[in-house]
C-alpha cells in the first residue's frame, strides 16, 4: 500500500504559470522528499524537508510541510514546458531505514 | 562519474519464467535499494541491501530475491513470473543505509510478462 496520495492526479498548466500540487500521508515520518519523473524513466531528486522544518525552497521550488495535517505541498513557479513530468512525494521513517514510501504522483503537463 | 546502471533495459518474458535484473550502483555508494513501480502508480519498495547485508523487504512475495555482491552491485531474481510482475523495475544507490538519505535512481528496467 502507498503512504501518500498525491493532489491533483493531473494537472495541465500554461507555461509561466505555477503549479500547486499537493501530498497527505498516514504515518508519523522523518523526512519528506519530492522526485520528479520524465516518461517512465528514473526518477530525480527535487528536494528534502526534514520533520522539523516547515518550507523549504530550491530554485523555482517551494515545498511546505505541516506535520499536524499529515501534508505538503510543491509549488513550481513560473513553469517550462521542460517540467512537464510526474511528481512523487516520498516519505521515510525511523523504523524503517532508507526505505521510502511514494505516493502515487502527480501528471504535470506545461504548455508552451 | 557514472549515475546509476541498470541491465536490461527492457526485456520480455513469459509466464513462469524466471529473471535477473542487475544494477550498479554509484561509486562510493553502499546502499542499494529495489522498486517495483506499475504503470500509472508510485514506487513500491521490494529490497534494501546495505554492505551485502539485507536492511528491509517490502511486501512482495518469496518469488522476489536479491542479493548483493561485495563491489555493491546487486541483483534482483523474479521467479515463476506473473502477469501482475509486468512493470519498470528501479534500482537506487545511496550512501548510507539509513538516515535522511537521498536516493539516485537508475534508468529503469522494463519487464513485460506475457
Known amino acids: 500500500s502507498q503512504q501518500g496520495e498525491e493532489d491533483p492526479q493531473a494537472l495541465s498548466i500554461q507555461e509561466g504559470e505555477n503549479a500547486t500540487m499537493n501530498c497527505s500521508y498516514k504515518t508519523s515520518i522523518n523526512n519528506l522528499q519530492w522526485y520528479r519523473q520524465n516518461s517512465g524513466r528514473g526518477l530525480v531528486h527535487l528536494i528534502l524537508i526534514r520533520s522539523n522544518e516547515r518550507e523549504k525552497h530550491s530554485g523555482r521550488l517551494r515545498v511546505t510541510l505541516d506535520t499536524s495535517k499529515k501534508s505538503s505541498s510543491l509549488l513550481i513557479t513560473a513553469s517550462r514546458a521542460a517540467d512537464t513530468a510526474s511528481y512523487f512525494c516520498a516519505t521515510d521513517r525511523w523504523a524503517a531505514g532508507n526505505k521510502l514510501t511514494f505516493g502515487g504522483g502527480t501528471r504535470v503537463l506545461v504548455k508552451p | 562519474d557514472a549515475g546509476v546502471t541498470q541491465s536490461p533495459t527492457h526485456l520480455i518474458k513469459t509466464r513462469g519464467q524466471h529473471v535477473t535484473l542487475r544494477c550498479s550502483p554509484i561509486s562510493g555508494h553502499k546502499s542499494v535499494s529495489w522498486y517495483q513501480q506499475v504503470l500509472g502508480q508510485g514506487p513500491q519498495f521490494i529490497f534494501q541491501?546495505?554492505?551485502?547485508?539485507?536492511?528491509g523487504r517490502g511486501n512482495f512475495p518469496d518469488r522476489f530475491s536479491a542479493r548483493q555482491f561485495p563491489n555493491y552491485s546487486s541483483e534482483l531474481n523474479v521467479n515463476a513470473l506473473l502477469l501482475g510482475d509486468s512493470a519498470l523495475y528501479l534500482c537506487a544507490s545511496s550512501s548510507s543505509g539509513s538516515g535522511a538519505n537521498v536516493l539516485t535512481f537508475g534508468a529503469g528496467s522494463r519487464l513485460t510478462v506475457l
Open positions: 541491501y546495505y554492505e551485502k547485508e539485507e536492511r
